[in-house]
């Protein structure tokens, strides 16, 4: 015989067991969801760590991309200057193959020039320049346009200088010093009269140069045009080749010769003589002689 429950009572238990039952299962799924939550939470954390990582690459990829265009770009532009550089050099050459040396040669009792050597082109120097219109000069072409340039800005400042002599011929200096030989004697011609074959007037761009007030030559070291010369001649490219004191030949303040802007500019400034540098020194302007 089953006690007798009371139903009041049952109903209290069944409805504690019931509750019990949801609170159980309440916490069970809490605890589910929380678990859910965790792993989730630690998924996204994950993800958002993998996404930095990858965003980290993708930064890196395009540092390296940015590196690669600026190395080839560097690289082509050195490539270009390279080109250039060798373009450069070729261009030189061949304007140094075009430059005759003899040009800056030093012409003295030790070097001279061949007798058969002639500049490869001649002009007729303006009547108006010469100091004897009957007797017409001759100057090498390239160089003509700086003599008219220099004998115009003189004229311009008052100095009037003519030509008396400019290109000659190994026959012409040959002719010249015997004749002078004649008038003077062999020892004084020598003084002052180069020998065939070693004259500067055998280039075409040596000129000797008057002052229209004087005869000859006759007091030029006390003219004005020489101390014009001294002064200005070098922006034209024109130096004075034998120098007062040089131990080439006997003082010439009449004797002229270009050796372009660039060598005539240094030997001013560095207060020098074309003599007094070495043919090494003197051949590196060959290659800007005309410009
Ligand atoms: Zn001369």
């Not at 958002?48 to 690289?75: G, H, M, T, Y």
């Not at 082509?76 to 450069?88: F, P, R, T, V």
Request: charged content about 25%; aromatic content about 14%; some cysteine.
């Amino acid at each position: 015989m089953l006690p007798q429950t009371n139903p009041k009572k049952l109903s209290v238990i069944v409805l504690c067991v019931v509750l019990l039952s949801i609170l159980v299962f309440g916490f069970y799924k809490y605890y589910v969801v929380a678990i859910k939550l965790i792993e989730t939470e630690k998924e996204l954390a994950s993800t958002i760590e993998n996404f930095k990582l990858f965003q980290q690459k993708v930064f890196e990829l395009q540092a390296s991309l940015l590196q690669l265009s600026q190395d080839k770009e560097n690289q082509s532009k050195a490539y270009q200057d390279e080109l250039k550089d060798a373009d450069k050099k070729v261009q030189d050459l061949k304007k140094l193959t075009e430059t005759d040396p003899q040009l800056l040669a030093k012409y003295s009792k030790v070097y001279f020039l061949n007798e058969n050597y002639a500049p490869p082109s001649l002009v007729s120097i303006d009547e108006k320049y010469l100091d004897d219109t009957s007797k017409p000069q001759e100057i090498h072409k390239e160089v003509e346009k700086y003599l008219k340039r220099m004998l115009g800005r003189a004229l311009r400042s008052g100095i009037k200088l003519t030509v008396t002599s400019a290109y000659r011929s190994f026959s012409d200096q040959f002719s010249l010093k015997a004749g002078y030989k004649v008038t003077y004697g062999a020892g004084t011609a020598n003084q002052f009269s180069a020998e065939q074959g070693y004259s500067e007037h055998q280039l075409g761009t040596t000129v000797d140069l008057n002052y229209a007030s004087t005869t000859a030559f006759v007091n030029f070291e006390n003219s004005d045009a020489y101390k014009w010369l001294l002064d200005n001649a070098y922006k034209y490219g024109f130096v004075i080749s034998y120098p007062k004191g040089n131990v080439y030949y006997q003082f010439e303040p009449w004797h002229w010769r270009f050796v372009g802007l660039e060598l005539a500019h240094d030997l001013h400034e560095d207060d020098q003589y074309f003599y007094d540098l070495s043919q090494r020194d003197i051949n590196k302007y060959l290659l800007n002689f005309f410009d």
